[in-house]
Every structure is written in C-alpha cells, then in structure tokens.
C-alpha cells in the first residue's frame, strides 16, 4: 500500500508540473495558427516545402524496399513509385508555390466527386436526405470553389485551413493544460495537511 501511495504522489507531481508545458506548447500552436492566417503566402510556401519532403521521403524509403525486397513480386512497382516521389518531391521543392496551390486543387476536386456522391446518395436514400443533400451541395460548391480559383486564393484558402487547425488544436491543449492543473491542485492541498 505504502508503494502506491508513493507512486500516486510522483505521478501528482508529474500532473502539476506538466500543465504548464502544455499550456506553453498551446500558446505556441496558436500563435502559430494566427501567424499562417496573416501571412498566407509564407504559409503556401511552408506546405509546398513539407509537401516536397515528404514526397522525397517516401520516394527514397520506397526505392529501398523495391531494392532490398527478397521477393520479385512489387519490386519495379516499388521502385518506380519511388522515383516518381523524389522527382514530384523535387519539382515541388523548386517551386513550393505550385506544391501548395495543386494540395489546394486536390482537395477541391476530392470535395466535387464527394459532394456529387453525397447528392447521388440522397437522391436514392430515404434517411436522411436533407442533410446528405445540403453536405453534398456544400462540397460540390466548395470543391468547384478550390478548383476554379485563382492561385492566390488558393494559398489564402490553404493558409486559413492551416491557420483555423492551428489555433483550434491550440485552444484543446489549452483546455488539458488548465484540466490537469485543476486536477494537481486539490492533491497538494490534500498532501500538505
């Protein structure tokens, strides 16, 4: 008994002191979210360079498993994959702007062929068919939006996705930070009488 009771006050203890770390580290996220809102076009060119090495990163992972694979079966597959990552990574990398502006476009084309399956399902479905109709409308809207735009409001439109994530994945770690230092104080009290 008396070892869980220590091991119940170092892990107290982790508890107290670790909110403020998080809540340091969710300030940050905001303020990070709030600086790709303000400046959308450093933010394209920070996607378009994340998307040009993690295209070069799969590319080279992907050629090694081609080459090192101990059976035939996907080995060229593999290595073609491969050299096609490195070399759109590449490309990506030396013009970060057209990498944002094509994630941008994806998404805007994925939206339009979900929006007209969505519409698709409501026109046959018999639950839900108002609901399934309006998502379905508002992605083929928003998709013809993000393919038809212009690539400055292309970035802008990435930056606020990017920012909007940013700073409401911040404002969650803030909550854990302030819940577990509510949880930490009540157990000092306790442990000091």
């Known amino acids: 008994m008396a070892s869980n009771t220590a091991w119940d006050q170092r892990s ?29 076009i450093a933010t394209g060119l920070t996607t378009g360079v994340l998307l040009g090495v993690f295209l070069i990163g799969y590319g080279v992972l992907a050629i090694v498993s081609g080459v090192s694979s101990l059976s035939d079966r996907g080995r060229w597959t593999e290595v073609l994959l491969g050299v096609l990552g490195v070399v759109t990574g590449g490309i990506i990398l030396f013009n ?18 979900s929006g007209i399956f969505q519409v698709a399902s409501a026109i046959r ?19 013809g939006y993000l393919l038809f735009a212009g690539p400055a409001t292309s970035l802008v439109m990435l930056a ?19 819940g577990l230092r509510k949880l930490a104080q009540p157990n000092r009290a306790n442990t000091r009488t």
Do not use: K, M, Q
């Open 96 to 113: 970060p702007f057209a990498g944002a502006i094509s994630l941008v476009w994806a998404l805007g084309f994925w939206l339009l062929v």
């Open 160 to 178: 606020t996705i990017v920012g909007i994530s940013f700073i409401f994945r911040g404002v969650f770690l803030a909550f854990v930070a302030f």
């Open 125 to 143: 479905g018999a639950y839900d068919r108002g609901w399934r109709l309006a998502l379905g409308v508002l992605d083929i809207v928003l998709g």
């Open 12 to 40: 107290e203890a982790r508890s107290g002191s670790a909110w403020g770390w998080i809540l340091a580290y969710a300030i940050l996220v905001i303020l990070i979210g709030f600086v790709a809102l303000a400046n959308p």
